[in-house]
């Protein structure tokens, strides 16, 4: 669910960011690769002050009867925070290396943006599109910091496998590696695929 | 972005050649005629139709323009129909993939096309659309010197055939004498000459058509048959002439000679200079002299003397090789 939000609002704001040339495009950027750099813990904690019922917009979410901290919800936003920002350099990178002069001739043949994004510029970055999306998963996947301040540890509700793990170890071992075995054949396998899909596109995106 | 001031207003029922030297604003032209650039200021109407100015911008998709790339820009994820097909509105595509010979392409994907193929598919992608306008972006550029030949003459007899209007923008006289027969030579964002291939050959009308051309263009002061040219030396004539004159030289009426010239040759006229650069050109060589004048020889003549750049030469031609226009005096 948080790749889905990732690529679905990624996708757009990447194609902006590489294809266009405005005012605060690098500020835009920066802002959008900020979790990359920031402790997840601290990204946790910003989430809280946002979206906490005590944070910015903890009133309005209150009018509106919602409530976000400590449901599935806010795993899904911790996650696309915090992993949002893989994507979103694979799919600026992509589309970056994008051949101009077919966007042109989308347009010239009567294609309007939207068509000429959908027909032409997705399908041709989504070699890029599909290594951003499983690199962003498999950080998803292992998220532990921002989740656990922004998310808690419900049992049920908002335990993730990292954190399933971190509370195994200190109460039955042996159920805590299985898990860690687990997510470590599972990351391995993503890298390893998205190593494979980038070679036979010979895309020109940077892997991380 | 660079600044052009392009003022014209062709009248062209069929292909016309743009010609000029590189960032001349060939292909800025063609962009702004398409909506891919936004001019700073001007007027654009084709067939009646105001594509720009006086607050009218109609976006790139709505102006009915059929634009070949210079690399063709086919999409690499669809194959030849599609790629045709994209601009066709829905329309059956079939008749035109017949028409150009590309019918038993249909299923290929672009990267399997030879450059020929390729540009068919690109000028019938440009065709399905139904353009008022075809805008050529150095349709013969991105194929190798053996293909050119032929696929212009192709291209030549299909843009005849669509009996649409074409701007075919080409930086190479000899490659826009191919596709097109009229011909503008725009210089710095100016269109210096228009006319026929042969006018422009027989009358250029600044020194670069004349460079551009290939037509050697000597500019002096003619009294009877003898001019003194202003880069110093003479040249005979056939015929008597007065004033300022150009005095015109085909490529292929120069000799050329290392050392002294023969002096028992019928030519009359004797021209020192060194060897700037030489290239193939077609079966032919083609050598530059520092005082501008070009010579054609033969692949044969340029190896069995040897010559290379830097080479000090004799050009010679005979005096009913030259051609005469009176010109301003500067």
Known sequence: MALVAMVVLGTPIAHLIALRRFPGRDALLTAFE?????????????????????????????????????????????????????????????????????????????????????????????????????????????????????????SGVTRTAPIEIYLGISENLDAGLATAAVLIAVSAVILFSVKLLVRRRASRSVLL | MREFTLELSLTCDGPLAVAGPSGAGKSTLLRLLAGLDTPTHGRIEVDGERWFGGG??????????????????????????????FGAEGRPVDDLLERLGIARLARQRPGRLSGGERQRVALARALARRPKLLLLDEPLSALDPATRGTVGAELASILRESGLPALVVSHSFDDAAVIAPQMAVIERGRITQEGSVDELLASPATPFVAQFAGTNHLTGNAVGRLVSLDQGGEVLLAEPHSGPVAVLIAPWEVTLDKGAPPPTGSALNHIRGRVQRLGPFGSRVRVVLDGGLTAEITKDSAERMGLATGDEVVASFKATGTRVVSRAPN
């Open chain 1, 34 to 154: 900020l979790p990359l750099v920031l402790p997840p813990a601290v990204a946790g904690i910003g989430l809280l002050m946002a979206f906490g019922r005590r944070g910015l917009l903890g009133d309005e979410l209150d009018a509106l009867g919602l409530q976000i901290p400590y449901t599935k919800l806010a795993v899904v936003m911790a996650m696309a925070f915090v992993a949002s920002p893989l994507f979103i350099r694979q799919a600026v990178a992509a589309f970056d290396a994008l051949d101009r002069d077919l966007l042109a001739a989308a347009r010239t043949l009567g294609a309007g943006p939207a068509r000429t994004f959908w027909r032409v510029a997705v399908p041709l970055a989504r070699g890029g599109l599909g290594a951003g999306a499983a690199l962003a998963w498999a950080r998803a996947l292992g998220e532990f910091g921002a989740t656990i301040i922004f998310a808690g540890s419900l």
């Open chain 2, 56 to 85: 009218v911008d109609l976006p790139a998709e709505r102006r009915r323009v059929g634009f070949v790339f210079q690399e063709y820009a086919l999409f690499p994820h669809l194959d030849v129909r599609a790629n045709v097909g």
